[in-house]
């Protein structure tokens, strides 16, 4: 089998790995696999494919690495992801919603919803504002709008 074809093949099985793990590091070693199998196409010897398989990894992880990590895990306080992105939101009502359930339309998306209060009651058609999820439940309150 040509020696470019077992880097490729490592190449791939470091990246299958890196989705299981997902801490960027068997991704630059994949990398480094990469920079192995090009000197290989190139005719290079084994000794040079190694060396080129360890510099090329090394210098991944020690500069790539840190860089991508801090992007991927880098966040401002204010900066809402998931479903905090819908609180403050407004949605229709398209059935009656109390305090012990009912639905929301909120754009192509229909929700469970629940008001916030035990007296609270919307009728459908009515706009209420979401004022946070709880699950796959949407607790609501008046629109005020």
Known sequence: MAAWLLWLIGAGLL??????TLDLMLLMLAGGALGG??????GGAAILQIVTFIV????LLALVRPIATKHLTNRTPLQLDGVDTLIGKTAKVTADVDSSGGR????ADEWTARSQ?????????ETVRILQVDGATAIVGDALE
């Open 15 to 20: 990246a299958v790995g890196e989705v299981m």
């Open 37 to 42: 199998m090009t000197v290989a196409l190139l």
């Open 56 to 59: 090329v990894s090394g210098v």
């Open 104 to 107: 929301i339309r909120l754009g």
């Open 117 to 125: 209060h035990g007296g609270e009651s919307f009728a459908v058609g």
